[in-house]
């Protein structure tokens, strides 16, 4: 398969390219910031932030895949709170929610801020219960909850959700071996996208507002027309 040699080639070339730009200071860079936003006491939010003191943390720098196959721990409670797909896909692909359907304890949940018709699918796909995360302050929906108990879903999709989840936007990232770049995942990702017989989203979000104006418009009439009944009566 022309297509798959040609992943595996570019895969390879970016992966030397890859190792040879990273860097420790890097690293050091991305935990400083951490310590800085929520530890230090020179940035003032942290005051107000959580008391990371009353926490054992164990912390790992290393690619999360790689961390979470090693890991055998169960968890109750996880916050995938990962750079954007398109940035980081291989954060976000199938293989990876399997990798943390694994993990995850049988009563517990996990947390992200993205609302994306992929992630969702991802996260079905993956074997889990999929909702919304609703923000009472806010006032709007602002992320999603993937859990194993479907009891702890206040807030289900809806029937735009599920349907946008089965439009070309729902087509989720692969990555069989937890392994791959995130460069290879995209390309992977855009070829399987280019050749999709599914509807595009575009498409669909058309139909689906021109449908339900149709539906609005005559639940008007026709209470415009129970009352005119009503009145000559």
């Excluded at 090693?70 to 990876?96: G, H, M, R």
């Excluded at 796909?125 to 919304?132: D, E, H, I, Q």
């Excluded at 058309?206 to 005119?228: D, G």
Aim: aromatic share 12%; glycine share 4%.
């Amino acid at each position: 398969d022309l297509t798959e040699q040609r992943l595996a080639v570019r895969e390879e070339v970016l992966k030397t390219k890859y190792d040879k730009c990273i860097r420790s200071y890097e690293k050091m860079s991305f935990l400083h910031n951490i310590y800085y936003l929520n530890i230090s006491i020179r940035y003032k939010k942290a005051l107000k932030a959580l008391k990371i003191g009353a926490f054992d943390i164990d912390y790992a720098c290393d690619d999360a895949r790689k961390v979470i196959k090693e890991d055998n721990k169960s968890y109750q409670l996880i916050f995938l709170d990962a750079f954007t797909p398109v940035k980081c896909p291989c954060l976000w692909s199938v293989d990876f929610f399997k990798l943390l359907y694994q993990r995850l304890d049988d009563n517990g949940r996990i947390l992200t801020y993205s609302n994306s018709a992929q992630v969702r699918n991802a996260f079905q796909a993956a074997g889990f219960y999929v909702g919304k995360i609703f923000n009472e302050r806010a006032g709007k929906f602002t992320g999603t909850i993937a859990v194993k108990n479907s009891s702890f879903i206040y807030y289900p999709l809806s029937e735009y959700d599920l349907s946008l989840m089965k439009t070309r936007t729902g087509i989720f990232y692969r990555d069989e071996n937890l392994n791959a770049l995130n460069e290879a995942i995209i390309e992977r990702h855009k070829i399987e996208v280019e050749n999709s017989p599914l509807i595009s989203s575009s498409k669909f979000i058309k139909e689906y507002r021109k449908e339900h104006q149709n539906v609005c418009l005559f639940t008007h009439l026709r209470a415009h027309e129970t009352k005119a009944n009503l009145v000559c009566r």
